[in-house]
């Protein structure tokens, strides 16, 4: 897969942020796109689908498959956040973030295998920087994105003779994924370094078009260096994290928020 021009490409999360710009790029770039959301929409088209639902997702994913044609590639977008410390019994909040970007994008894949395999297409995760370098206080989403990396790898040892698999690693995105942790006073500002969607989306497209498929996709050279820390020296990555946690403590940043009042009280009580 060497270009889009006539590609048939299935996006999950298609009426998101992420799945308007990358829709629309796919598009541009000659590709035929249709998408699954929970908000379904006529131009684009994008069916509704419940991707929690077990049932309801092969048929989605049929339906897609038989307007197009076939299938070339398959990008797994969709995705929830919010705050989840890790010190607390999980509850909703959790449960559907491992549903949402862990589960969903399991069960879409699976359904979408077949046609897949017939065109010998790839299949893109967006996966987060938080899958390799996990922030406090939203373990949910941290685990579930590493989680879907190591299902993304081993999916690449059973298919992977036959169907490529990328990983694509964004960090954060102004869109309202990060609107019930702000609301929860646990903005990620000053934690993580806010970079432009249209980032994202050259990052997805130069994995779907490579002449073969990458592992793992930066979408920021501070991306790179960032996984490459956390790989080969996570003691180092830690001490950053602290450090940077440390400081916001200090400066009050997360006083407001109920969540973070362990995190506080055991920082002020050293």
Same mark, same amino acid.
């Given at each position: 897969?060497?270009?889009?021009?006539?590609?048939?490409?299935? =996006?999950?999360?298609?009426?998101?942020?992420?799945?308007?710009?990358?829709?629309?790029?796919?598009r541009a770039g000659g590709a035929r796109v249709v998408g699954l959301d929970?908000?379904?929409?006529?131009?684009?088209?994008?069916?509704?689908?419940?991707?929690?639902?077990?049932?309801?997702?092969?048929?989605?994913?049929?339906?897609?498959?038989?307007?197009?044609?076939?299938?070339?590639?398959?990008?797994?977008?969709?995705?929830?956040?919010?705050?989840?410390?890790?010190?607390?019994?999980?509850?909703? =909040? =959790?449960?559907?973030?491992?549903?949402?970007?862990?589960?969903?994008?399991?069960?879409?894949?699976?359904a979408a295998l077949p046609p897949l395999v017939a065109a010998r297409g790839?299949?893109?995760?967006?996966?987060?920087?938080?899958?390799?370098?996990?922030?406090?206080?939203?373990?949910?989403?941290?685990?579930?994105?590493?989680?879907?990396?190591?299902?993304?790898?081993?999916?690449?040892?059973?298919?992977?003779?036959?169907?490529?698999?990328?990983?694509?690693?964004?960090?954060?995105?102004?869109?309202?994924?990060?609107?019930?942790?702000?609301?929860?006073?646990?903005?990620?500002?000053?934690?993580?370094?806010?970079?432009?969607?249209?980032? =994202?989306?050259?990052?997805?497209?130069?994995?779907?078009?490579?002449?073969?498929?990458?592992?793992?996709?930066?979408?920021?050279?501070?991306?790179?260096?960032?996984?490459?820390?956390?790989?080969?020296?996570?003691?180092?990555?830690?001490?950053?994290?602290?450090?940077?946690?440390?400081?916001?403590?200090?400066?009050?940043?997360?006083?407001?928020?109920?969540?973070?009042?362990?995190?506080?009280?055991?920082?002020?009580?050293?």
């Amino acid at each position: 897969m060497t270009g889009l021009t006539g590609r048939r490409v299935l =996006v999950t999360g298609a009426s998101g942020t992420f799945g308007r710009h990358l829709g629309a790029a796919l598009r541009a770039g000659g590709a035929r796109v249709v998408g699954l959301d929970l908000h379904p929409a006529d131009d684009p088209p994008v069916l509704g689908c419940d991707l929690t639902d077990p049932a309801a997702v092969p048929a989605a994913v049929r339906s897609a498959v038989e307007r197009l044609g076939g299938l070339d590639l398959l990008i797994n977008n969709a995705g929830v956040g919010g705050p989840a410390p890790a010190e607390l019994p999980p509850d909703e =909040v =959790v449960r559907q973030q491992l549903e949402v970007n862990l589960l969903a994008a399991w069960r879409t894949t699976a359904a979408a295998l077949p046609p897949l395999v017939a065109a010998r297409g790839r299949v893109i995760f967006v996966s987060s920087r938080m899958a390799v370098l996990p922030l406090p206080l939203a373990a949910a989403y941290g685990v579930s994105k590493r989680a879907l990396v190591a299902y993304a790898d081993a999916l690449r040892h059973e298919v992977g003779t036959h169907v490529g698999v990328s990983v694509v690693y964004p960090s954060m995105v102004a869109s309202p994924i990060h609107d019930s942790t702000a609301a929860a006073g646990l903005s990620l500002r000053g934690v993580s370094r806010p970079e432009p969607v249209d980032g =994202v989306v050259t990052a997805i497209l130069r994995a779907a078009t490579a002449r073969r498929a990458p592992r793992d996709v930066a979408t920021t050279r501070r991306g790179r260096l960032e996984m490459a820390v956390a790989r080969h020296a996570p003691a180092l990555a830690d001490r950053m994290v602290r450090r940077t946690l440390a400081a916001r403590l200090t400066a009050g940043d997360l006083d407001a928020a109920p969540l973070a009042a362990g995190m506080l009280r055991r920082h002020r009580g050293r």
